[in-house]
Every structure is written in structure tokens, then in C-alpha cells.
């Protein structure tokens, strides 16, 4: 039931990582912390009574939420918590790790070293290709490549590493089931067949743009190392760049000749980024780091 509890808990908007944390640590489980009052709740975990009256009914959908966890993982797609020895390790010690990660696919979460290859999604034909390479480059020598799977840069990514038969994850910004149905030309599909897709949302839950702004911070986690292949100056794949550098992890970017194509990646180089110039570099510059 505690995993249900857990479950339930994080699909309550506005609770977030640090208030579900605190919960845990004044209630001891999720369970006790459903069990409480609204006067202990607010009390003991500073919760706002608006965030309480949504927490309240939820003790009574337990049962339901369990056998819903139960149908889903018939499905392939598993409930991950903070207390599972299978949960990402290298995401788990991260600020805001999610609460729950739902994961599906034939990669588990702790299947070698990881690095992120991340861009825009409207870039330059070089860029895609210089993905592409790299990403393969990566997967060949056992490295796991994450990715955002949106088009251009990330969607190259998957399909670099998927071309050599390597392992890649998808990082979803809605739920996995919802990824399935729609997706770039089918891409989800292929990474769930050939790697593997996760998600803090709910399986179902819908495409937001305020998911793909939080997913960010999900690639950079799961990653040992981070490479900006072609970016503008700002958007998501500068933001994923910026949440692995709070997090103590090397960023490296594609040093481009034309600073005007790729204006985030000279920012990021100019705040201490490292450059990569060659696809073939990949491998051997991230294996190389103290990370990887």
C-alpha cells in the first residue's frame, strides 16, 4: 500500500519533490502522511490548506491506485520510488529527483553509464548529422544515450544510438502511455522497443509545456555527462545544460565556427562548457571525465 500511497501522492499538483520529502520525513510514509489530519498536516508539514483539501480524499483511492499500479505493470511500465533499489542512481541524489519515475522498456534504469545529447529542435543539417554520429559513437562503446525525444537534435540522438543496436532512454514530457500514442514519426515506439521511456507523470497524462520545461531536469539527472550539439540561447536544451552544471556534472558543447547558428552552445562555452569539435570525440572526451 506504501507504493500506492506514493503514487497517489505525487500526482497532487503543487505538492513537488521538496513537500513530498518533508512529508515522508515528518509522517515516516506516505501511508501515515494520508492518514493525518488536516490540522496535524498543516501543523507538522506546513502544507497550505488548499494543498491539504487535495490530499485529504485521497486515503479512500488507495485500493484503486494499487490495482491501477498492478494493470500498468502487466504492461511493462513500472512505478519506481525513492526507496527502490532499481530506482536511477545516478538521478536519485539530485534536489529534485521526482518522487515517482515510471519506466518502461527493455534498458533499466542502472544500465551502464549514461550521457545526454540534447539540442534544438530546429537546427542545422551538420547538427543532425554530428547527433546521429555521436550518439552512435556513444552507444557502440556501452554508453546509455538520453535524450528528450522531441524533433531534431534529441530525435537524431535516439536514432544514432537505435542504428547500432544501442541502448538509448527517452525522457518523456507527458506520460509514457501518451508518448506511445503520439511522438516524431513514431519515435517513442522505437526507443520504448529498442531502449527504454520514463516519466514523472502519470502514464496517461497529457503533453504540457511546463512538463517539457521540468523533464530538463530529468535528462541532465540520469546522466553521467552532458553534450549540446546545436542550440539557441535559450530554451530547453541550455536549461537541461544549466540543471547537470548545478548538479556538479560536465556539460560539453559542439564548438561551432558559426556562433550565430549556435548561440547557446558559445554561451555555455564562454561559462565553462567544454569543447567538443569531432563526433568521434564523444566517446573517448566523456569517458575521459571524472564522470563517466
Given at each position: 500500500?506504501?507504493?500506492?500511497?506514493?503514487?497517489?501522492?505525487?500526482?497532487?499538483?503543487?505538492?513537488?519533490?521538496?513537500?513530498?520529502?518533508?512529508?515522508?520525513?515528518?509522517?515516516?510514509?506516505?501511508?501515515?502522511a494520508l492518514e493525518a489530519g488536516p490540522a496535524e498536516m498543516q501543523a507538522r508539514a506546513g502544507l497550505a490548506t488548499s494543498l491539504?483539501?487535495?490530499?485529504?480524499?485521497?486515503?479512500?483511492?488507495?485500493?484503486?491506485?494499487?490495482?491501477?499500479?498492478?494493470?500498468?505493470?502487466?504492461?511493462?511500465?513500472?512505478a519506481l520510488t525513492w526507496e527502490d533499489a532499481d530506482y536511477p542512481q545516478l538521478l536519485l541524489p539530485i534536489s529534485s529527483a521526482p518522487p515517482v519515475l515510471w519506466w518502461s522498456g527493455e534498458v533499466g534504469p542502472n544500465d551502464?553509464?549514461?550521457?545526454?545529447?540534447?539540442?534544438?529542435?530546429?537546427?542545422?543539417?551538420?547538427?543532425?548529422?554530428?547527433?546521429?554520429?555521436?550518439?552512435?559513437?556513444?552507444?557502440?562503446?556501452?554508453?546509455?544515450?538520453?535524450?528528450?525525444?522531441?524533433?531534431?537534435?534529441?530525435?537524431?540522438?535516439?536514432?544514432?544510438?537505435?542504428?547500432?543496436?544501442?541502448?538509448?532512454?527517452?525522457?518523456?514530457?507527458?506520460?509514457?502511455?501518451?508518448?506511445?500514442?503520439?511522438?516524431?514519426?513514431?519515435?517513442?515506439?522505437?526507443?520504448?522497443?529498442?531502449?527504454?521511456?520514463?516519466?514523472?507523470?502519470?502514464?496517461?497524462?497529457?503533453?504540457?509545456?511546463?512538463?517539457?520545461?521540468?523533464?530538463?531536469?530529468?535528462?541532465?539527472?540520469?546522466?553521467?555527462?552532458?553534450?549540446?550539439?546545436?542550440?539557441?540561447?535559450?530554451?530547453?536544451?541550455?536549461?537541461?545544460?544549466?540543471?547537470?552544471?548545478?548538479?556538479?556534472?560536465?556539460?560539453?558543447?559542439?564548438?561551432?565556427?558559426?556562433?550565430?547558428?549556435?548561440?547557446?552552445?558559445?554561451?555555455?562555452?564562454?561559462?565553462?562548457?567544454?569543447?567538443?569539435?569531432?563526433?568521434?570525440?564523444?566517446?573517448?572526451?566523456?569517458?575521459?571525465?571524472?564522470?563517466?
Amino acid at each position: 500500500m506504501e507504493r500506492a500511497a506514493r503514487v497517489a501522492l505525487s500526482g497532487v499538483s503543487g505538492l513537488g519533490p521538496a513537500r513530498f520529502r518533508r512529508l515522508l520525513e515528518e509522517f515516516g510514509s506516505a501511508v501515515a502522511a494520508l492518514e493525518a489530519g488536516p490540522a496535524e498536516m498543516q501543523a507538522r508539514a506546513g502544507l497550505a490548506t488548499s494543498l491539504i483539501e487535495e490530499l485529504v480524499g485521497l486515503p479512500v483511492r488507495l485500493e484503486e491506485v494499487e490495482a491501477e499500479i498492478a494493470a500498468l505493470d502487466e504492461q511493462g511500465v513500472r512505478a519506481l520510488t525513492w526507496e527502490d533499489a532499481d530506482y536511477p542512481q545516478l538521478l536519485l541524489p539530485i534536489s529534485s529527483a521526482p518522487p515517482v519515475l515510471w519506466w518502461s522498456g527493455e534498458v533499466g534504469p542502472n544500465d551502464g553509464p549514461a550521457v545526454a545529447v540534447v539540442g534544438s529542435r530546429e537546427v542545422s543539417d551538420e547538427a543532425l548529422i554530428w547527433a546521429r554520429e555521436a550518439a552512435a559513437r556513444l552507444a557502440e562503446g556501452g554508453v546509455v544515450v538520453v535524450s528528450g525525444l522531441a524533433a531534431g537534435v534529441d530525435a537524431a540522438a535516439h536514432e544514432g544510438a537505435l542504428s547500432v543496436g544501442g541502448p538509448t532512454v527517452g525522457v518523456c514530457g507527458c506520460g509514457i502511455l501518451t508518448a506511445l500514442t503520439r511522438g516524431t514519426g513514431g519515435l517513442a515506439g522505437q526507443v520504448a522497443e529498442g531502449g527504454a521511456l520514463c516519466s514523472e507523470l502519470s502514464p496517461a497524462a497529457p503533453l504540457l509545456p511546463q512538463a517539457l520545461h521540468a523533464r530538463d531536469r530529468i535528462t541532465a539527472g540520469l546522466a553521467s555527462a552532458v553534450i549540446i550539439v546545436e542550440a539557441r540561447a535559450e530554451g530547453g536544451a541550455v536549461h537541461t545544460a544549466k540543471c547537470a552544471l548545478r548538479e556538479g556534472r560536465p556539460v560539453f558543447a559542439v564548438a561551432s565556427q558559426d556562433r550565430r547558428r549556435a548561440p547557446g552552445n558559445a554561451q555555455l562555452l564562454a561559462e565553462g562548457a567544454r569543447p567538443l569539435i569531432t563526433p568521434q570525440d564523444a566517446l573517448a572526451v566523456v569517458r575521459g571525465s571524472s564522470h563517466v
